[in-house]
Structures are given as C-alpha cells and as structure tokens.
C-alpha cells in the first residue's frame, strides 16, 4: 500500500517555486507522485519515502517543511501563518513609510540633488538598506538559496530589481564620475516602494487564501475536543477525544456534535447531517442507525456505542479527500506550471535585452534609461499570478463541492465533469431509494399441485414468503432483501438456509422438498425451460407497467408465483434529471432490470433513453460503447456491480450511501445520495474551469502587457516609460485580482445557467 505524506511549506512565492520543490522531491527514492499547492503551501507525496529524505530535498532546495502531524497539524499551521501575517504587515508599513515621503519630497523639491546633498542622501541610503534588510530580507535570502540551487523564483526577480536600484542609487552617491551626468538619479524610492507594494500584495493575497480555505477549516472544526464516557458502572466522565477507543459507550446531549462515528445504542433522535451531506433537513435516527463524526444530534439524549475514531472516521476520511483534491492539479494546471518553470529564467533574458538595446539605442542618458527599463521588466513581470491561477480555483471549487456533500477526489475529476455530454444513472440506489419492498404476491393457480405446505399454520402465500425468504437468505441482492424484510415483517420464522446456487444477474435456485425451486427474472425461467402462459405474461406485463420489478418462483419447471418488489422513486431525482435534460446532457438508465419495469420508473422520471436487462459485467460494455460514439460519459451508480462501469467513466460519481467499492471506483462522490448532487457537480465544474481560465487569460494578458510597456515599448511613439513603483504595484495587484476571482467561486449560485457549457470549457 502506498504511503501518504503531507507537508506544510515555507518560503514559497510564486510558480518557479512549485516547480522547484517537485522537482527535488521527485528525485527522491521511493517518491511516486508529488503534488505542491502554491495556494495552500503545502505538498502531498505519494510513495514510501522516509520524511527525513523529504525535508532533507526541500531543505536543499532552498525551502522548509514541517511534517503534518498529531504533532504540528492544522491548528499550529494556522497559527504560524497568522504570526506571520502579522510580521507581513510590519514589513509592508516600514517600507512604505520610507519610500513614500522619499517620493513626495523628490517630487516637491525638498530633497536636493545627487550632487548637492550628498550627506543627506547617505543617510536615505542607510535607511533604505536598512529597510531592505528588514522588509525585503527574505526575498534576498530566497533568491541566494535559488542560486545555490541553480534555479529562479520570483525572489530572484525581486532581489535584482530592487538590489540593482539601490547599488545604482549608490554609486550615483558614492562614485558620481562613473556615471554621465544625466544618468545621476537616485532610485531608493523605486526600491522602497517595490519591496512594500510586493509585500502588501502578499498580505492581501493571504488573507484571501484563508477565506479560500474556509471550507476545510470548517470541516475540522466539527469534531469536538472531548467526549462524554459512560463507564461500566454507569457513572459519566469527560475525556478527550483521543482516548476514546472502538466500543466505548458514549453521551451525547442535545445540541452536541456526534464525536466519532458509531452505533445510536437505545431509543431515536433528529440528527443535523448538513455539514456533511449538504442534506438541509435533520434526519431521523432509530436504535442501530449509524452516526458520523460532526454531525449535530439536536433532539434526545443518547447512548453512542463507538465503532470508529480518529482518521477511520468518515469526517476524516473527507478532509483527507478534500485536502487531496485541492492539491491534485489538472491538465490545464500542469501545463501553467511548466510554463511558470521556465518564466523566470525567460523573464531575466527580456530584461537584460532591454538594457542592452536601450544601452545601444536609446537616448541619453542610455545608461540610467537601460537600467530603469530593466529593473521595471524584472519587477512587473514576477509569474504569482500565473501561479496561483490554477491552485486558487481548484481550492475554492472543492471546497465548496465539499460543502454541498460532493466530494471530489481529484483535480482531473473536476475538469473532465465540466465536458461530459452524457450522463448514464444505475436504476436500483440512484433513481430510487434503494429501498425495494414487497408489493404483492400473485399465485398463478392457487391449487397447483407443486405447492407442497408443510405448515399448515400459513396460508398457501405465507408459506411460499417463508421458503422463498429462506432461500433469499444466501443472497446480498437488494431484492432478496427486500423478500427477507417481508417476512420478518409479517413475524414468519425463517427455516435453516441450505446451500442454493446463485446465478448472477438472474436469481437463485435450489432442491427443497425433494422439489426444484427457481427464484429470479425471465431469463432464469428461460434458462430452468419454464413455460409462460399467456395470462401469466399479462399478468407481469401489467405489473412491471405499474413500476413493480417482478420475482418469479418456478417449482419443478412450473410457474407458481409472482412477487412484485417495487422501490420508492427518490423525490427530487426527476427536478435532478429535469436540469441535465435542459443543460444539454444526454440522460441514459441503466438497469439490469426487465424492459417494461425501467421503462414505468424511466417515464415517472422524465428519462427517455433506457438500456434494460443489462448483466452485472456489462455495464462497463454499454459505458464503453457510448463512449466509442464520441461521448464524454459519467457514470452515476451506488452497488458493487456499478464499480467497473464506474472506473470506466470519464467521471464515475458514487451515492455515497452506497457500497464501499463503488465509491473506492469513483472519481465523485455524492455523500447526499440525491442525483441533485450530479446536477450541483458539473456547475461547479464548469464553474471553477470558467474561473481557471479567466485567471489564467488574466495572468498571461498581464505579463504580455505588461513586460512590453515595462521595457518602454510605447517610449518612441509617447515619450512615457513606466516608473518601477507602479510596476511593483501592479504586480501585486494581479496576484490579488486572481485570488479575488477565485473567491467568487465560494459565493456564486448553482443555477440552470451555471450547468450549460462554456465554450472555453
């Protein structure tokens, strides 16, 4: 089994970072798959690779990790990026405050020149630098590291920029004879201002990235610290959560969140689901009912007998799932990475372009004007935007996917649900509860010979309900479920199981009585030569037309019974279906059902394309056919038999109420149970691809504005070159204006519109 690492990120800043750090923790042994988010800062490794080796390659590559940890988890990371913003704002207030007044006295004549107050502009020189060393250390730290390393971040950039205008400025100061005299301006202003203006982006842009981390916060702010433990003697005590252990017995009064998942040991309750499942309306527990971890249990006070704590718990496992998928990134992400791999790099040969071609071209003096371009190309031009574009969207899109119980498990998953053309939906769990029930039992001649009771105390339909129920027993078929249910429900005693043979995707057989008895579908009747009459087929015409899927009981090669099982079709699957419909998405049932049963649950449901009397293995053939026309499909299912057509789906999307395997298969899972749940999916993918594109339009219309205006391309035709103050601002406005686009995505309404397709999508 695959290891799963995660580690928490310092002093990472932009794309060529990203690109750095997978780069060094690919190269270590026993690593598989590395994933680094620039927007959460972390990173998840897949593989067996020891932690050591792991902080030991971010370490060499110029970066610190910490591991996360019982030891150093959410709540100390929280903490330290808070303590850090603090020290964020610190530094963008020193910097400004110094390169501020600078601007206004040099733009007011209070400052005199180069050459007449040299004192004085030592002494700004010294404030700048201390300054740099203050505000701007860690650029400069960053940017040394990377050299080391042989590679370029956005510190590099930011380091050149603003150290090249204070090494200018000084010896503009220092050695004024080195210089033309027009080329003797001074640009500590320009190095205040970029240092500050770059910082105060980043403390924007992180106060957005926590609020576009709200969602996983609020998960993790479910579970409670504690619980209360009911001892064997019946007294009560408080401990903490961690030393809660499987089969404790717990309280749980009203108003407080269920603490792990387990068992409601005695009576009923209304629990609050919604922050799991995204279900607004409490549902009601009984005796055995299971509850989950973070849910709100709002009526009685009740015993929990616990079954599972700590990462098994399902609210774990969701965070877990959560977190993975806003650190997984999909195509259109890895590719803006590889271009922000090689940006930085490209970025520095613009720049020293631009000083020689204004070195050799422009007017004079050719020297200060080389360098002003330079440096402004340098600072404009740092790839944050480019970086964050991806990651920010796929953060807040998940998360909130999360809040409405969709759980989405990986970045691929989210863009291909934004292109499917058609969806295909499992009858049994998906369309309908899931939930069949006995309907009626028709006997086909009442006084056919083949009927041998042998408890004379049940009725002739009794005793058929009792050995076909018995029987049933070997089977973990909905249906056979629902025949057991029916007769604990009428209080009739079971008799012992024998050893039947199951034949699968028609029924199930067995010799009782000295007699052959044959429960299934038509084409276990075909298969047992059973003979149906005409009245008989009228008969299971009529009641699969009323929605009811029909079991029949063949003793001895001869039709006896009919058993209408009929499931209660989920209330909001026709609006569900009724929204793919108007989006343009082909809707598909697939069942394994008889033709006319899925046709009756089809037409109540507004479905008009049925695929019928489909055996369990060829689901994934009809999948695959669809497909072969040019489909995008998604596969919506909940049962075992659903996990091949799952897995081969474009996007598999699992009921989360279902089986294990087939949400272990699914790329979605559905933790509603509600098709609404589909419906909700693709508009929010469709969504957060818009808003990843818009990003990334943004990014790159600003660096390709941006660099050409910074090397003052519009110089010869206007005379205006951009001042590198201005440059740095609107580097951090870009950073901002990305992160802010992507917060839209936590408050935008899921309607019909947002399920259509976008042409960029």
Known sequence: MTDSTRLALRGMRCAACVSSIEDALNKVDGVQSVSVNLADRSADIQGHAKVEQLLK???????????????????????????????????TWVALLL?????????????????????????????????????????????????????????????????????????????????????????YEAAAFIIGLVNLGHVLETRARGQASQAIRALMQLQPDSATLILPGGEETTMRLSSIQPSDLLRVKPGERIPVDGQLAGGETRVDESMLTGEPLPILKHKGDWLSAGTVNLSGSIKLRVRKVGEDTALAQIITQVRQAQNSKPAIGRLADKISGVFVPVVI?????????????????????????????????????????????????VGRAAGKGILIRKGDALQEASKLDAVVLDKTGTVTE????????????????????????????????????????????????????????RAIRLPDSGSPDIHP??????????????????????????????????????????????????????????LGIADPIKEDSSRAISRLRDAGIRVIMLTGDSERTAQAVARQVGIDEVIAEVMPDQKADKVRELQAEGLRVG??????????????????????TGTDVAIESADITLMRGS???????MSISRATLRNIYQNLFGAFVYNSLGIPLAAGILFPITGWLMNPAYAAAAMALS???????ANRLRVMSLTPQRLKRSTSS
């Open 735 to 741: 950073s901002v204006t990305v992160v802010s686009n």
């Open 99 to 187: 390169g501020a007044p600078q601007m206004l006295f040099m733009m007011t004549g209070l400052l005199p020149m180069p050459d007449e107050g040299r004192l004085i502009w030592a002494v700004i020189g010294l404030l700048t630098l201390a300054m740099m060393v203050y505000s701007g250390g860690h650029f400069f730290s960053g940017a040394w590291k990377a050299l080391k390393n042989r590679h370029a971040t956005m510190d590099t950039l930011i380091a050149m920029g603003t150290g090249s205008a204070w090494i200018y400025s000084t010896l503009v100061i220092v050695w004024p004879d080195l210089l033309p005299v027009e080329g003797r301006h001074v640009y």
């Open 57 to 91: 390659a971010v370490d060499q590559a110029g970066f610190n990790a910490t591991p996360m940890n019982a030891d150093y988890g959410e709540t100390e990371r929280q903490a330290e990026e808070a303590q850090q913003l603090v020290q964020a704002k610190r530094r």
């Open 635 to 656: 596969m919506v299912g909940d049962g075992i038999n659903d996990a091949p057509a799952l897995a081969q789906a474009n996007v598999g999307f699992a009921i989360g």
């Open 349 to 397: 040969l613009v720049a020293l372009l631009t000083a020689v071609i204004w070195w050799h071209f422009g007017p004079e003096p050719s020297s200060a004007y080389a360098f002003i371009t330079a440096m402004t190309v340098l600072v404009i031009a740092c790839p944050c935007a480019l970086g964050l574009a991806t990651p920010m969207s796929i953060t807040v899109g």
């Open 505 to 562: 995707g028609q029924g199930i057989s067995e010799q009782l009585h000295n007699q052959r008895w044959a429960i299934g579908n038509l084409k276990l009747m075909q298969a047992e030569g059973v003979t149906i009459s005409a009245s008989a087929d009228q008969r299971i015409q009529t009641l699969s037309d009323q929605g009811n899927t029909l079991v029949m009981l063949a003793i001895d090669g001869q039709l006896t019974a009919l």
């Open 675 to 681: 098709l609404e749940g589909v419906a909700d999916a």
């Open 434 to 489: 899931g939930k069949p029930s006995l309907t009626c039992i028709e006997l086909m001649d009442a006084e056919n010979s083949q009927i041998n009771n042998t408890d004379q105390t049940l009725s002739v339909e009794d005793y058929l309900l009792q050995q076909v129920a018995g029987i049933e027993r070997a089977s973990e078929h909905p249906l056979a479920h629902a025949l057991v249910a029916a007769a604990e429900a």
